[in-house]
């Protein structure tokens, strides 16, 4: 089998899509490492939703260079520069190079997986090829290659992933990955550059600006707490 990154013929890994700390960190599993799909109560996955995917090396590569980052900045244990704090929204002076294409690799895995939660999602075939490369040569690209923002939800605990969503937002596709607390807003359109409100973007100086939310305000947590009392 080729490696979805290398493309070179090895022995591929059951790779999490989603890396596996976020299920450790927002505690997603039950008792028995098993992990409950939001989409599909019923139907246990122990360790998370994997997928042959990844040879060793790569997995290594995404593990040790951007998803340990990763797990630093959103759960701690990195030295994070706090910028400012105004109300609601965060800024933090990151690693461009590390966040950038750690958040790549969430966005390119959600795409490349043949999962059921990741079916209604999948990006252009020259969109993934482009996401595998920069990824697999460390190549963070520049502000307006791929550029993403980020909420984060205030409540202490709010363990689930949701399948992504994609939509539109004036001439800009957009899609939302949910993942826990996190959630990121990718925009997959050509003109990336136009966005309006640039000044959320996650940009090569590094500076992320966060804004926190309360879940229980959004709509998506209505349409889900309407959903549950419907059942
Ligand atoms: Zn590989």
């Known amino acids: ?6 493309l070179q013929e090895k022995e591929l890994r059951n790779s999490h899509i989603y890396p596996e700390f976020f299920y450790k960190s927002e505690s997603m599993y039950d008792e028995k490492h098993r992990f409950i799909q939001s989409n599909n109560p ?12 990844l040879c060793h090396d790569c997995e290594q590569l995404l593990a040790n260079t951007y998803e340990s980052y990763g797990r630093k900045v959103l759960y701690g244990g990195e030295e994070i520069e706090i910028l400012e704090s105004p109300q609601g929204k965060f800024s933090y002076n990151l690693d461009y190079k590390k966040f950038k294409i750690f958040s790549l690799s969430l966005l390119w895995r959600a795409s490349i997986s043949t999962r059921e939660m990741f079916d209604e999602f999948k990006l252009l075939s020259n969109a993934e090829e482009k996401l595998r490369n920069m990824i697999l040569n460390g190549n963070a690209g520049e502000t307006f290659n791929f ?6 939800v205030e409540e202490e605990r709010f363990g689930f992933i949701m399948p992504p969503e994609k939509y539109k937002d004036n001439s800009h596709r957009i899609v939302r990955i949910i993942i826990g607390h996190f959630t990121w807003f990718f925009l997959i359109s050509s003109h990336t550059e136009k966005f309006e409100n640039k000044d959320i973007l996650f940009k090569e100086d590094g500076i992320l600006k966060v804004r926190k939310i309360k879940m229980s305000d959004t709509e998506l947590i209505k349409q889900l707490n309407l959903e549950l009392i419907q059942k």
């Not at 996955?45 to 997928?51: A, F, T």
């Not at 550029?147 to 984060?152: D, L």
Request: include cysteine; glycine fraction near 4%.
């Open 147 to 152: 550029p993403f923002y980020n909420y984060v």
């Open 1 to 6: 089998m080729h490696c979805k990154l290398c």
């Open 42 to 53: 019923k139907f246990l996955l122990q360790k998370g939703i994997r997928e042959k995917l």
